[in-house]
């Protein structure tokens, strides 16, 4: 089996996807590892509650298995984007449902081993200003700023994930971008950053 999934490892998404389709758990098992982490990380940032982004993200993948029958791997949009989107969707429904401001400063960092207290403590104090800053974006200012910035998603990306044009998507990182830049100006000398 391990050597089974190595083989579906160096198959793109979309080829897993219909594989699965099939009735290859293999090519699931692989897509799952390949996915699953990347929208619940997005998830998590974007919702500030694990446990949400746990269910948000379980349920996209949930779609993801679901519309796997009908994929068309020629041309059609990468499996990756299509996820992401269901979960921004996921995402903006959720919050619209709470009504709840998003705080974002509650997620805890995975601790590394390899650094120092000194070290971890600096990343958890950048990390929660970082979050409490993104935390007063507008929802797609955020979406796209964490896509963007945070997940590594490319513009064309994230434009088809928020359904919006690569434009709209450029104006709404570089604003982010600008609010963050502000939002963390004076905080520069107390997170290790120089003169503030």
Do not use: C, F
Not at 28 to 53: F, K, M, N, Q, W
Not at 94 to 109: F, T
């Amino acid at each position: 089996m391990v050597q089974v999934d190595a083989e579906l490892d160096q198959l793109e998404d979309g080829a897993l996807l219909v594989l699965y389709a099939n009735g290859d758990q293999g090519a699931a098992r692989v897509l799952t590892a390949r996915l699953l982490p990347r929208v619940l990380s997005h998830a998590v940032r974007v919702l500030g509650d694990r446990s949400e982004a746990e269910d948000v993200a379980q349920e996209a993948m949930l779609r993801l298995w679901r519309a796997a029958p009908g994929w068309q791997g020629d041309g059609a949009a990468k499996p990756g984007t299509w996820l992401y989107r269901v979960t921004a969707n996921l995402i903006v429904d959720r919050l619209r449902r709470s009504g709840r401001a998003v705080g974002l400063d509650a997620v805890d960092e995975p601790a590394d081993d390899r650094e120092s207290a000194e070290a971890m403590l600096m990343r958890r104090g950048r990390m929660a200003a970082l979050d409490a800053a993104l935390a007063q974006l507008p929802e797609r200012q955020r979406q796209a700023v964490v896509l963007r910035h945070i997940e590594g998603i490319s513009n064309p990306e994230i434009a088809a994930v928020l359904d919006i044009s690569v434009e709209a998507v450029e104006s709404l990182t570089a604003r982010g971008k600008r609010a963050l830049a502000a939002a963390l100006a004076g905080q520069k000398e107390a997170l290790g950053y120089g003169d503030g």
